[in-house]
């Protein structure tokens, strides 16, 4: 059974400040993964998907990495601002194609 | 644009009365599907369809029932609550199937609570 495990659950930094969030799953047979943030009381909102042939997806600020082999995916958020406070989660596509396999989610914090 | 709506955003219920939650998309999206969040659990999959007509379990179906009758909506219906099903509701919807590499629409949730 796929497990998505993100490390730490919570992380507070100084605005400026590089964010480097964490993502490792057990089963390196996936289609994709993405990154999605949530805002307290809101729903999940898409960041970056990864296919599973590539190495990195970019969107302004933000920088996903994915290592299948060793079953790692690294969001990278350059010069944190407040409004970048938020719980950012990973999922995985596994093998069957028809479900996403979430991680716990890590909560951020930035500080003006 | 309205993307995926839930309804209703809170509800309270008692244990052992029934219920449906709402969920319509207005994207002519063909896969959907029902997620519930819990404290230290994550978000786990009830429910999904690829299309309308098919549906098919995902990791904790127990209790919950869903049909697909048109593309826009895919309610999902609590039989007879339990206190173990309080939680945050969360709909999503995409295009095709998450192997296509389509990024999923998120609902805002329906918080509920079953006394």
């Known amino acids: 059974k796929q497990e998505v495990t993100q490390i730490p659950a919570a992380l507070s930094v100084p605005e400026g400040e590089n964010l480097v969030l964490n993502c490792s799953f057990t089963?390196?047979?996936?289609?994709?993964l993405q990154w999605f943030r949530q805002d307290p009381g809101k729903g999940l909102t898409s960041l970056l998907l990864?296919?599973?042939?590539?190495r990195e997806q970019t969107s302004g600020r933000l920088n996903a990495s994915l290592d299948k082999s060793s079953g790692r995916s690294t969001l990278y958020i350059a010069a944190s601002q407040p409004g970048d406070s938020a719980t950012y989660l990973c999922?995985?596509?596994?093998?069957?194609?028809?479900?996403?396999?979430f991680g716990g989610g890590t909560r951020v914090l930035v500080k003006p | 644009n309205a993307g995926v709506t839930q309804t209703p955003k809170f509800q309270v219920l008692k244990t052992g009365q029934s219920m449906t939650l709402q969920c319509a998309q207005d994207?002519?999206?063909?896969?959907m599907s029902w997620y519930r969040q819990d404290p230290g659990m994550g978000l786990r999959l009830i429910h999904y369809s690829v299309g309308a007509g098919i549906t098919d379990q995902g990791e904790v179906p127990n209790g919950y029932n869903v049909s697909r009758s048109t593309t826009e909506d895919f309610p999902l219906r609590l039989l007879s609550a339990a206190p173990s099903q309080t939680s945050v509701y969360f709909c999503?919807?995409?295009?095709?199937?998450?192997?296509?590499?389509?990024?999923?629409?998120f609902g805002d949730g329906t918080r509920l609570s079953i006394l």
């Open positions: 994207m002519n999206h063909e896969y």
């Open positions: 990864i296919q599973s042939s590539q």
């Open positions: 999503a919807s995409s295009y095709a199937p998450p192997r296509d590499n389509q990024p999923q629409h």
């Open positions: 089963d390196s047979a996936i289609y994709n």
């Open positions: 999922a995985v596509t596994e093998a069957a194609g028809n479900k996403l396999t």
